[in-house]
């Protein structure tokens, strides 16, 4: 155990350390909110267990369906979302294009590696979540279950939740995890939720042993009643600084009445040794945050003492400020937490009409999803309407010195962009470009995940389709409204030679019998050709996939058209031209030898002279 800590301690010296800088006093003092939350006195929690490294051996698979969301929206935001729903609705029937580039941008992010990620197990929503660590470990979780990855899309480990941590002592459903590579500490973080009343509220708190996921976690039981007061814990969130990790949530009543935000402050060299936790919480946060979000160093390395932390207060009809929480200092080095109030302007969009069905997809409220700190500028984002009631993404650059907020919106008319996550995509410190993965869908396109490029200078690309859906979602749905996201997910590989981020999302399939969601994952590896826009409307069937020797490719033409087949590397490079022919309408069969590639990922691109018919990844073993 000694040695494994001095280890670990020796690792994180070898990561950068940036200093937190301090808010201006007098630009500050203008959006100061001078009433200060109360911290807890500094308490210890010692190891609750640990989960072993392997496969589990057993799963009882436990799971209760609630057709409706655990918590109801305040009655003026339900009101607005449905007056705008309704209006969205007498629309349809209308043609909406789809994008178009951009003018004087041609360029889209670029798809590496892509692969089937989380599959749909009769839980909803997806609550996608994904981190990746620099040596190459991907741990991506739903609202259900756990796997790890490999950069080609092997999957290593797969399990529920309950077979993750087999302790007996569980007896509550297990549910919203979040997971993040602590870069500074070249390890994992995890924290799930256990029960959904005060009796039973556990906040499960997990550091991985290493940076291999496989070599097991420890696992710490705090309480998501910490005051006593009879509130269960819910819509966690977690960051890391330097020394500590953060974990943020809304408490509820027993009624599901909402009560407080609350934060709690860790000491992170306990946990990843496997050691006591010392930890305090916070409470009787100013403004009354729904949903804190901490925001992580962006890039590889860490930050502070202490953290940013930030929220658009989406739980109230016309409250559209953005509150800034500072956590001056670490643990014991008498920490405050003060409060900044910005103002901005964003507005509710409607529920997500979607193809063949009634049924429309939530687009839950405008609370703030995701951010992350780089270079003296908290980088933000989440939904709000765009045009017409129908969502679109809202990324924002909030500057410390002076404190100021910079904000731009993306989207289209007759589309829902929604359920936004970003990560820096910056060639250094002070680039702020960014990579913002999200879900989309429309009268005519079915669920899909898209990612798009923001550079430096604040300009959007085109978005990219990284995943298709394959059909509409209905799975669950009560009073004619289904559960979305609610969440994508999206990750910086810290350690690429050039930038480079992973991301997660769930995309419409037909699975188990029901029109769900399954999890994509992929990798962008730059800004260049992208994959198109176009939807896809000629059906296309590779098989066998992976590939052994002979690969078919199926496909089906409307009118005897120029067509081109390419192989592609993963970084959207040229390997071969497989042909440059003109073929007949209707089913074409083309095949070809798998003996003149090497092992790996490919992509086959199938052009006609119009547009692209198919873009898909396959494997060569």
């Known amino acids: 155990m000694y040695l494994s800590l001095v280890l670990g301690l020796l690792i994180q010296c070898t990561y950068a350390q940036y200093t937190k800088p301090t808010i201006d006093p007098v630009v500050a003092a203008r959006h100061k909110v ?36 655990k918590h109801t929206l305040p009655p003026d935001v339900m ?16 043609v909406y294009p789809d994008e178009v580039p951009l003018k004087g ?9 892509s692969f089937e990620g989380n599959w749909f197990d009769q839980t909803t929503p ?20 756990i796997e790890y990855f490999d950069m080609s899309g092997t999957r290593l480990f797969t399990s529920s939740f309950d077979d993750f941590f087999n302790d007996p002592s569980f007896t509550a459903l297990i549910y919203d995890p979040v997971v993040l590579y602590d870069s500074q500490a070249d390890r994992f973080f995890m924290v799930v939720l256990h029960g959904s009343n005060s009796t039973v509220s556990k906040v499960v708190t997990c550091f991985s042993k290493s940076n291999n996921p496989l070599d097991g976690w420890w696992f710490y039981k705090l309480s998501g009643d910490p005051l006593g007061a009879g509130n269960w814990f819910d819509y966690p969130k977690i960051g890391f600084s330097n020394n500590e990790v953060y974990v943020t949530g809304n408490l509820f009543a027993d009624n599901d009445q909402f009560s407080q935000a609350v934060l709690y402050q860790i000491t992170k060299s306990g946990g990843y040794a496997g050691g006591n936790l010392g930890y305090q919480y916070w409470y009787g946060i100013s403004e009354s945050p729904f949903t804190l979000v901490p925001a992580s160093y ?19 009809v016309g409250s559209d400020d953005i509150r800034l929480y500072d956590l001056t200092n670490d643990i014991g080095n008498n920490p405050q937490l003060e409060v900044y109030s910005v103002n901005t302007n964003f507005t509710l969009a409607g529920d997500a009409p979607q193809p063949e069905t009634s049924i429309v997809l939530d687009n839950g409220d405008n609370r703030l999803l995701n951010a992350f700190y780089l270079d003296h500028t908290i980088h933000f984002v989440f939904h709000s309407e765009y045009q017409n009631n129908y969502n679109g993404l809202n990324y924002n650059r909030l500057t410390i010195n002076p404190l100021a907020l910079w904000s731009t919106n993306f989207g289209l008319d007759g589309y829902d962009y929604s359920y936004p996550s970003v990560a820096s995509f910056g060639s250094s410190a002070t680039d702020k470009s960014v990579m913002i993965c999200f879900l989309r869908v429309s009268e005519t396109v079915y669920p899909q995940i898209r990612v798009v490029y923001v550079d430096n200078a604040g300009n959007w690309s085109g978005s990219t389709l990284v995943k298709d859906g394959a059909t509409y979602v209905d799975v669950y749905a009560s009073q004619g409204v289904a559960r979305w996201g609610d969440y994508s997910g999206i990750a910086r590989k810290h350690n690429a030679s050039k930038p480079e981020v992973w991301l997660s999302g769930g995309f419409g399939s037909f699975r188990l019998n029901e029109h769900a969601f399954d999890t994509w994952i992929a990798q962008v590896t730059g800004v260049g050709i992208g994959i198109p826009e176009q939807p896809v409307t000629q ?48 089913r074409n069969s083309f095949s070809f030898n798998r003996d003149a590639l090497s092992s790996g990922i490919y992509f086959l691109r199938i052009t006609s002279s119009s547009n692209t018919i198919r873009y898909e990844k396959f494997i060569v073993h």
């Open 105 to 113: 941008v041609t360029d889209q992010p670029t798809i590496g590696a």
């Open 34 to 69: 001078n009433i200060q939350p109360i911290a807890s006195d500094i308490q210890t929690q010692p190891l609750s267990g640990e989960v072993l490294a392997g496969q589990p051996t057993s799963d009882w698979h436990r799971q209760l369906v609630s057709f409706d969301k």
């Open 539 to 586: 059906p296309v069937q590779i098989y066998p996939n992976p590939v052994y020797t002979i690969m078919h490719v199926d496909f089906t033409l409307e009118k005897r058209t120029e067509i081109e087949i390419m192989v592609l590397d993963l970084q959207g490079k040229e390997v071969k031209l497989l042909l440059r022919d003109t073929a007949p309408a209707g």
């Open 79 to 94: 009101a607005e979302k449905m007056r705008k729903t309704k209006e969205k609705l007498a629309q349809t029937g209308h």
């Open 126 to 145: 997806p609550d996608n979540c994904m981190a990746i660590s620099n040596g190459g470990y991907i741990v991506s979780v739903t609202n259900s279950h």
């Open 298 to 316: 962006g890039q590889q390395g860490g930050y502070g003492p202490g953290i940013y932390l930030v929220s658009s207060q989406s739980n109230q």
